[in-house]
């Protein structure tokens, strides 16, 4: 078992920054590939980006590519996801999860552990 929690969400204007962080705990953090996912409301829950156990190999959703960077201390057993430039648009709860598989892992599905969410709230 893996306990994932997120911290850091909040309000925050348009074009300003916020840096999630997923403290995880239980079993072997850096042997876990982890991602970012958001999910507004009557939407679908969406990769936002996914990184490799070594963080070697990282994905970005094209909605925030050159905006959020995802990163990883395994010392710490944290991921973070740093967020600039922000929009209204990227209101929703943000989660961390994490997959027992190798590489990034795009789907879901895939995933093994989740967070439970924070609410990320960008005012235009």
């Known amino acids: 078992q893996v306990q994932l929690v997120e911290s850091g969400g909040g309000l925050v204007q348009a074009g300003g920054s916020l840096r999630l962080s997923c403290a995880a705990s239980g079993r072997t953090f850096s042997s876990y590939a982890m991602g970012w996912f958001r999910q507004a409301p009557g939407k679908d829950r969406d990769i936002l980006a996914a990184?490799?156990?070594?963080?070697?190999?990282?994905y970005y959703a094209d909605s925030v590519k050159g905006r959020f960077t995802i990163s990883r201390d395994n010392a710490k057993d944290t991921m973070y996801l740093q967020m600039n430039s922000l929009k209204p648009e990227d209101t929703a709860v943000y989660y961390c999860?994490?997959?027992?598989?190798?590489?990034?892992?795009?789907?879901?599905?895939?995933?093994?552990?989740w967070g439970q969410g924070t609410q990320v709230t960008v005012s235009s």
């Open positions: 999860a994490a997959s027992g598989r190798s590489g990034y892992i795009l789907s879901r599905r895939l995933y093994d552990y």
């Open positions: 990184i490799s156990w070594s963080a070697g190999s990282t």
